[in-house]
């Protein structure tokens, strides 16, 4: 590209983007703590989340906790392209056309299966339509060492999926809700980490 179309590219971006970031800006600033209610009372507490057996009074012993199932293995794409996907039903009736029948929550999970629709699942993160994102370059991305730059533990060396450092800890949550500003500085705060090295062009992300 030429100089001069780069510079006019820029300058369209710049007020395309202009216009709509304040439109998008006013519609989207409840973004931090957005909590929507969810169709089925989805709980990550009892998926990704970790076991918890208990004896009841009855001496029988259940598990009031999760049951671990990786988070890949309900959001799948991560991994292999930009967007990550909330699971179809099917992925839901893997499990469901056997465990849990007859229980309220999952009769009207068969009920979407059967009209063969989708749940209508709120979504949480929305990031304007201007902005490009994706999840696989920031999950794959490897330091000089070739370790993963979002490393898979904490800061104490605890093990930990990736996912927790944009999303915080979703496996305890009974609700999913936003835990970081999602807004252009704290895109940018992490980028400019040395360590991280994401870039800070504008068309980094607005592209
Ligand atoms: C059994 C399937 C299942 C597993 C396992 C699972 N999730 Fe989810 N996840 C869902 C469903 C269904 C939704 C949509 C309903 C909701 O938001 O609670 C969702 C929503 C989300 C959202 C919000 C999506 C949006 O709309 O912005 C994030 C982030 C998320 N999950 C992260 C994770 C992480 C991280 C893990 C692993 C610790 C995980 N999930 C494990 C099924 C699953
Ligand atoms: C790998 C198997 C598996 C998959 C896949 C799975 N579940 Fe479950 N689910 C379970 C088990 C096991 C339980 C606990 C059963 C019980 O409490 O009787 C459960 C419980 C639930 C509950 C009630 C738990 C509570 O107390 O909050 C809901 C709601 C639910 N699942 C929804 C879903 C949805 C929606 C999907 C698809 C996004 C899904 N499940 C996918 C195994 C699975
Ligand atoms: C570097 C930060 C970051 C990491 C790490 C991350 N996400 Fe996300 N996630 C985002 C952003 C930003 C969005 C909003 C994307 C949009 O609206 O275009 C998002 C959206 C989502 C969504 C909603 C669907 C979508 O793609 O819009 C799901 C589900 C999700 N993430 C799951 C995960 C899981 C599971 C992991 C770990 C395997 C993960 N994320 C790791 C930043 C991250
Ligand atoms: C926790 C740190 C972190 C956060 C938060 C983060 N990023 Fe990144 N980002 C990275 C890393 C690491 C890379 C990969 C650098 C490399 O290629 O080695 C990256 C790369 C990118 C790329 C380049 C992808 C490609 O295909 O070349 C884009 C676009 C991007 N990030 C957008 C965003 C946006 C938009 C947000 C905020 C919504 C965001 N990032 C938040 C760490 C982060
Ligand atoms: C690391 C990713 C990233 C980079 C690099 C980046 N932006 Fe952004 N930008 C975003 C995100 C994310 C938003 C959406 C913020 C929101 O919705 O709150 C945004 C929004 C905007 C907006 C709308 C107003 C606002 O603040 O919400 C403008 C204007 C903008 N960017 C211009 C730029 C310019 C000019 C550059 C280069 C100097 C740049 N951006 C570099 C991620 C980035």
Redesign the pocket.
């Known amino acids: 590209m030429n100089g001069r179309r780069k510079l006019v590219r820029l300058l369209v971006l710049v007020g395309l983007v202009a216009a709509t970031g304040a439109l998008a800006w006013t519609l989207s600033n409840a973004r931090q703590g957005y909590e929507p209610r969810q169709p089925i009372s989805f709980r990550h507490t009892r998926m990704p989340g970790a076991p918890d057996w208990q004896v009841t009074d009855a001496g029988e012993v259940v598990n009031a906790g999760g049951y671990d199932i990786p988070?890949?293995y309900?959001?799948t794409?991560?991994?292999k392209g930009?967007?990550?996907?909330?699971p179809s039903t099917a992925v839901c009736m893997n499990c469901h056309q056997s465990v849990g029948l007859g229980k309220e929550w999952v009769l009207r999970m068969q009920e979407y299966w059967e009209r063969g629709q989708p749940i209508p699942w709120v979504?949480?993160?929305?990031?304007?339509?201007f902005?490009y994102?994706d999840?696989s370059a920031?999950?794959n991305a490897r330091d000089a060492s070739g370790a993963l730059k979002?490393a898979e533990h904490d800061a104490e060396g605890r093990p930990m999926?990736?996912?927790?450092?944009?999303?915080g800890d979703?496996a305890a949550m009974e609700i999913v809700s936003v835990q970081?500003p999602?807004n252009m500085q704290w895109?940018l705060d992490?980028h400019r980490k040395p360590e991280m090295d994401g870039g800070t062009d504008c068309v980094v992300c607005h592209r």
């Open positions: 988070c890949v309900c959001h794409m991560p991994y930009r967007h990550s996907t909330v979504k949480v993160h929305d990031l304007p339509d902005v994102y999840h920031h999950l979002l999926v990736a996912c927790q450092h944009c999303h979703v970081n999602f895109c992490c």
